[in-house]
């Protein structure tokens, strides 16, 4: 046990070593600033649709013309698909968010007038009812009887539909196909060492690698080397992490939110409840404030907040401006549009006042507990603030 312990504090000490030296090369460099992952782009899906269309459409303002999208076809579509050797490129037309019914609209489209190819990204999100196999009924009315392009199903490791037939779709993943795709785009940029596209393919690689958890050159990957260079370095980091999990910071904050907390708000809004809803991990544990005709519904971690009315009454549009308005100033976040018609703002980006900058979910878990348990008062009271602000509406 002892031998066991030492090892462990020789690890933390040389994961402390490499954490800072790490730290001083991103300071110094600006290495690890990437504006997707500043932005949110990476990991939305609709935004980084709207990113990955504009690189395959000849239109876009890469001035590139189809280069990329003649990539994107060789290397990605025509491997799988093998009905779209015709396709022209000189009457492509890129489109997101593409409608085919009034809540149904595919990602990206790439068509010439002849050939319609759909695809449908997943990141993080999970698949609606039918979805798919909806836009593969939709891919057949648009390509001729004897020419189905199925639906391109882009996901981060290429996984399966759960509810669509095999022969409606094709799998495509961020980690193989898109990545392979994007490097061959930046090999033509290569040359150029002050393009700004160089630049910008780069940054969005690696923000992509991120996600999918294969990112190059980063302090976790020289952590990771540190943990398995051998069987005592590997046990010690077992035991570490089991005492981690141990400590269950995220419900440790969640008890006394959905405790002490909610009885705090109480106090003042008498009528507040905690709740739970959905399953897995779509649940919501959240406090629910009725104001009047509204209620603000705010998830135990603070990253989900809506403002809601009650009875799913419509709301006039000059109302929802000013409740958007006072969340996103509250906030700092827009509405992100749920499009449930009795939701007036709703976000799933919001964090904590002053824990904005922290991306590290485990830190963000940690930090927040801390704050709810030196001070449950001062977070009621911010709770509290979020409700008044509304009172008037």
Same mark, same amino acid.
């Given at each position: 046990?002892?031998?066991?312990?030492?090892?462990?504090?020789?690890?933390?000490?040389?994961?402390?070593?490499?954490?800072?030296?790490?730290?001083?090369?991103?300071?110094?460099?600006?290495?690890?600033?990437?504006?997707?992952?500043?932005?949110?782009?990476?990991?939305?899906?609709?935004?980084?649709?709207?990113?990955?269309?504009?690189?395959?459409?000849?239109?876009?303002?890469?001035?590139?013309?189809?280069?990329?999208?003649?990539?994107?076809?060789?290397?990605?579509?025509?491997?799988?698909?093998?009905?779209?050797?015709?396709?022209?490129?000189?009457?492509?037309?890129?489109?997101?968010?593409?409608?085919?019914?009034?809540?149904?609209?595919?990602?990206?489209?790439?068509?010439?007038?002849?050939?319609?190819?759909?695809?449908?990204?997943?990141?993080?999100?999970?698949?609606?009812?039918?979805?798919?196999?909806?836009?593969?009924?939709?891919?057949?009315?648009?390509?001729?009887?004897?020419?189905?392009?199925?639906?391109?199903?882009?996901?981060?490791?290429?996984?399966?539909?759960?509810?669509? &037939?095999?022969?409606?779709?094709?799998?495509?993943?961020?980690?193989?196909?898109?990545?392979?795709?994007?490097?061959?785009?930046?090999?033509?940029?290569?040359?150029?060492?002050? &393009?700004?596209?160089?630049?910008?393919?780069?940054?969005?690689?690696?923000?992509?690698?991120?996600?999918?958890?294969?990112?190059?050159?980063?302090?976790?990957?020289?952590?990771?080397?540190?943990?398995?260079?051998?069987?005592? &370095?590997?046990?010690?980091?077992?035991?570490?992490?089991?005492?981690?999990?141990?400590?269950?910071?995220?419900?440790?904050?969640?008890?006394?939110?959905?405790?002490?907390?909610?009885?705090?708000?109480?106090?003042?809004?008498?009528?507040?409840?905690?709740?739970?809803?959905?399953?897995?991990?779509?649940?919501?544990?959240?406090?629910?404030?009725?104001?009047?005709?509204?209620?603000?519904?705010?998830?135990?971690?603070?990253?989900?907040?809506?403002?809601?009315?009650?009875?799913?009454?419509?709301?006039?549009?000059?109302?929802?401006?000013?409740?958007?308005?006072?969340?996103?100033?509250?906030?700092?976040?827009?509405?992100?549009?749920?499009?449930?018609?009795?939701?007036?703002?709703?976000?799933?980006?919001?964090?904590?006042?002053?824990?904005?900058?922290?991306?590290?979910?485990?830190?963000?878990?940690?930090?927040?507990?801390?704050?709810?348990?030196?001070?449950?008062?001062?977070?009621?009271?911010?709770?509290?603030?979020?409700?008044?602000?509304?009172?008037?509406?």
């Amino acid at each position: 046990m002892a031998d066991l312990i030492h090892t462990e504090a020789q690890l933390i000490k040389s994961v402390q070593t490499i954490i800072k030296k790490y730290e001083d090369l991103y300071r110094e460099t600006g290495m690890a600033y990437n504006i997707f992952k500043v932005a949110g782009i990476s990991e939305k899906e609709v935004r980084l649709c709207r990113v990955l269309a504009d690189l395959l459409d000849p239109k876009g303002l890469h001035y590139k013309g189809s280069v990329y999208l003649k990539l994107f076809m060789d290397n990605v579509i025509r491997p799988l698909i093998d009905k779209t050797g015709k396709f022209n490129l000189s009457k492509v037309r890129v489109t997101t968010e593409y409608p085919i019914t009034e809540d149904r609209r595919i990602d990206i489209v790439i068509e010439d007038g002849t050939v319609f190819i759909p695809i449908e990204v997943k990141i993080f999100a999970g698949e609606q009812e039918k979805q798919i196999t909806d836009y593969a009924v939709f891919s057949r009315k648009m390509n001729a009887k004897d020419c189905f392009i199925p639906v391109v199903f882009l996901t981060i490791d290429g996984c399966e539909s759960y509810e669509a &037939s095999k022969d409606d779709y094709v799998r495509i993943s961020f980690k193989k196909h898109i990545i392979s795709w994007l490097e061959k785009c930046l090999s033509l940029e290569e040359k150029n060492k002050v &393009s700004p596209l160089r630049e910008i393919l780069k940054q969005l690689i690696n923000a992509i690698k991120s996600f999918c958890g294969c990112e190059d050159g980063t302090m976790e990957n020289a952590i990771n080397a540190l943990i398995t260079e051998s069987r005592d &370095s590997y046990k010690a980091a077992l035991s570490i992490k089991k005492a981690i999990d141990e400590l269950g910071f995220d419900t440790r904050a969640w008890e006394i939110f959905k405790g002490e907390i909610c009885e705090l708000v109480k106090n003042k809004f008498t009528e507040a409840e905690y709740l739970e809803e959905g399953g897995g991990n779509d649940t919501w544990h959240y406090l629910k404030i009725p104001i009047g005709n509204f209620k603000i519904c705010i998830n135990y971690d603070v990253k989900s907040i809506t403002v809601e009315s009650v009875n799913s009454k419509k709301v006039d549009a000059g109302t929802a401006d000013k409740i958007n308005k006072i969340m996103s100033g509250l906030t700092g976040v827009r509405n992100e549009d749920w499009k449930v018609d009795n939701i007036i703002w709703a976000s799933k980006s919001v964090k904590y006042p002053g824990l904005e900058d922290i991306d590290n979910d485990d830190i963000y878990s940690f930090e927040l507990y801390l704050i709810y348990s030196k001070n449950p008062q001062a977070a009621a009271d911010k709770f509290i603030a979020m409700a008044n602000a509304l009172m008037n509406i």
